[in-house]
C-alpha cells in the first residue's frame, strides 16, 4: 500500500491523545461473550493502524462526477483491492462495467453456512468551494475524535467497516461464521447507473441469502436505526429559448424575455401551500399506516436544529403531513439551478434570449419516477408560451423502494443493533435516493437492509465533512456480532 509517512505521524499524535473506549457494557453474558471480547482486544489493537487506512483512502479524490479523475478512481479501487488481498480475501479484483469500476472480493469457505453481500461505494461528492473547508477535502485530518475529509462517512468510513470487522474474525478465529461477498461501485454519487447491468450480468457470482448497505447511519450513539424506505430520484434539465440572441434592454415591453419567462414556469410549479401544482403529481403516493405513522412520531425531530445548521429560517411544504412524512414518503420538485442573462461584474442591460433550469424530481412510495419525469415534461409543454421553444436534457433515474419489516433479514438486524445498543432500533427512511437497494432487489431479489455508522450532522455533501471515531469502533463490533449471529441463528433452523 502507499505510505503516507505524514498521515502516520497526524494519526499517532492524535491516538495518543485519545482514550479507547472501555469494553462494551451492552453485551450481557451470554455464549459470544468471550469472543466479542476477543474482537475488542483485537479491534483497539489496531486502532492506530485502521486509522492510517482510512486517512489513505479518503485522500484519493475519487470524484465520478468528473471525468478527470477517472484515474483517482481507479487508485482507490486498486488501494481497496490490495487491502482486502491483505486480510486473507484472496480473489479481491476491480471489475469492468459499462463506466467506473466496481471492486469484488469474496470469502466462501463456511460450508452449509449462508452468504452474506455487503454493498459500499468509494466514490465521493466535488469540492464546490475548498475555501469553505478548514483543512483541505483531500488531506485527512484527525482532531476531537473525528477524521476530516470529502468522503469520510460517505462512504469510505461506511466502506472500511466491514473490512476490518471481517480482519478482526479471520485474526481471531481464523475463519468466519458465514460466507461473505463484498461489492464496492464507484459510481453511486452519480446515480449508479451501471450497477444495474452488472449485477444483471453477475448473478450467480453475486448470488447471496443477506445483504448489507453501509451507505446510511445511525441516529446517534445511542440509537439505532434500520432503513426502510427511500424515494426515488431524477434529474432534469430544460432550457427556454425565446430569441437567437440577447437583445439591448430598451426593447422591453415588445421582445420576450427568456428569464421571466422561465421564472413564470417555475412559479407554475407549486400551490401556496408548498404542494406541488402538477396534475397527477401525487397520484400512486401510498399513504402511511397508523403503525408507521406512529413510529415516524417516536422518531427524533428538531426543526430548529437543522435551520440553525442551514442558516434556514422556516420550514416549508404541504403542513397537511408531518415534516419528516414530507421528507421521506411524499414526492418533491426542487430547483437545483437556474442560469440566465448577465451575471458577472457590472451591469449589461440585455433582455435574455436563452434561460436555463435544472430540477431534481423524488419520487415516493409506489410511484414511477419515469411517470413523474413525464408529467413534469407535459406541464412546462402546457405553461410555456407559444413565442418560446423549450429543450429538455435528461439523465438517468431511479425508483423508490420500500423494505420489509417482517423478514428474517430484519429481525437478524434488528435483534443485533438491540443488543449492542440496548434498545429496539428506529424504523427511519429517507428523502434521498440509494439506486442499489432497487437494483439489488431487482436483479438479485435480496433487500439489502441498512448498516452503517454516519451520523446526520457529519456534513455529508457538504464542506468539512468528518466521521466519528466511536463509529469505528462500535461499527467493527456490531459487523462481527451480526455475522456470527445469522451463522448461529441459520444454524438452528437446519438442526
Known amino acids: 500500500m502507499k505510505k503516507f509517512s505524514q498521515l502516520a505521524l497526524l494519526i499517532v499524535a492524535v491516538s495518543s491523545c485519545v482514550a479507547q473506549p472501555s469494553r462494551s457494557k451492552d453485551v450481557k453474558k451470554e455464549t459470544g461473550e468471550n469472543s466479542l471480547a476477543a474482537y475488542e482486544k483485537y479491534i483497539d489493537e489496531h486502532n492506530d493502524a485502521h486509522l492510517k487506512e482510512l486517512a489513505e483512502l479518503v485522500s484519493f479524490p475519487s470524484i465520478s462526477s468528473i471525468p478527470s479523475h477517472k484515474t483517482d478512481i481507479q487508485k482507490a479501487g486498486a488501494w481497496i483491492v490490495n487491502k482486502l488481498k491483505s486480510i486473507g480475501i484472496d480473489n ?23 452468504t452474506v453481500l455487503i454493498y459500499a461505494h468509494y ?35 461506511g466502506l472500511m ?12 478465529d481464523k475463519k468466519l461464521p458465514v460466507n461473505v461477498k463484498f461489492v464496492f461501485e464507484s459510481e453511486e454519487e452519480i446515480g449508479g447507473g451501471n450497477l444495474h447491468n452488472f449485477l444483471s450480468r ?20 445511542s440509537t439505532p436505526v434500520i432503513f426502510v424506505a427511500a424515494r426515488g430520484s431524477a434529474q432534469m434539465e430544460f432550457i427556454v429559448k425565446t430569441a437567437n440572441i440577447d437583445v439591448h434592454s430598451g426593447r422591453g415591453g415588445t421582445t420576450p424575455n427568456a428569464a421571466r419567462t422561465l421564472s413564470e414556469i417555475i412559479t407554475s410549479f407549486y400551490n401556496k401551500d408548498g404542494s406541488i401544482a402538477i396534475k397527477g403529481f401525487y397520484d400512486k403516493v401510498t399513504p402511511l399506516t397508523e403503525k408507521e405513522r406512529e413510529m ?35 414526492p ?18 440585455i433582455i435574455p434570449a436563452s434561460a436555463m433550469a435544472r430540477i431534481n424530481i423524488r419520487s415516493a412510495s409506489d410511484q414511477s419516477t419515469k411517470e413523474l419525469i413525464e408529467l413534469v415534461e407535459k406541464h412546462i409543454n402546457k405553461i410555456c408560451p407559444t413565442e418560446a421553444k423549450v429543450t429538455y436534457t435528461f439523465t438517468t433515474y431511479t425508483n423508490p423502494v420500500k423494505l420489509p419489516t417482517d423478514t428474517r433479514a430484519y429481525d437478524y438486524l434488528s435483534s443485533v443493533l438491540n443488543k449492542l445498543y440496548g ?11 440509494i439506486g442499489a437497494l432497487i437494483d439489488m432487489k431487482e436483479q438479485l431479489g435480496i433487500y439489502a437492509y441498512s448498516l452503517g455508522f454516519g451520523q446526520k450532522d457529519e456534513g455529508q455533501h457538504a464542506s468539512n465533512e468528518f466521521f466519528r471515531l466511536s463509529s469505528i469502533r462500535k461499527g467493527q463490533l456490531v459487523y462481527c456480532y451480526y455475522l456470527e449471529h445469522v451463522g ?4 438452528k433452523l437446519k438442526n
Do not use: C
Open 332 to 349: 418533491a420538485l426542487e430547483i437545483t439551478g437556474i442560469r440566465s442573462g448577465f451575471t458577472g461584474e457590472g451591469f449589461l442591460n
Open 296 to 330: 415516524l412520531k417516536k422518531i427524533p425531530y428538531n426543526a430548529s436544529a437543522f435551520m440553525k445548521y442551514s442558516g434556514t429560517t422556516a420550514e416549508t411544504g404541504d403542513t397537511n403531513y408531518l415534516p419528516l412524512e414530507r421528507q421521506w414518503y411524499r
Open 92 to 114: 479481491a479484483q476491480i471489475m469492468p462495467t459499462d463506466g467506473l469500476p466496481v471492486v469484488y472480493g469474496s470469502w466462501e469457505k463456511a460450508r452449509g453456512k449462508p
Open 423 to 433: 434498545r429496539e432500533p428506529l424504523q427511519v427512511a429517507s428523502g434521498a435516493t
Open 123 to 157: 466514490d465521493v461528492q466535488p469540492i464546490k468551494d475548498s475555501t469553505e473547508w478548514l483543512n483541505a477535502p483531500f488531506t485527512p485530518k484527525i482532531e476531537n475524535g473525528k477524521i476530516y475529509g470529502r468522503g469520510a462517512t460517505d462512504d469510505k468510513g
Open 202 to 221: 453477475n448473478k450467480e457470482l453475486l448470488h447471496a441469502d443477506f445483504a448489507l448497505n453501509t451507505d446510511f447511519g445511525q441516529e446517534n450513539d
Open 161 to 172: 467497516i466491514p473490512v476490518w470487522a471481517v480482519e478482526t474474525l479471520l485474526n481471531t
Open 488 to 491: 448461529d441463528e441459520e444454524s
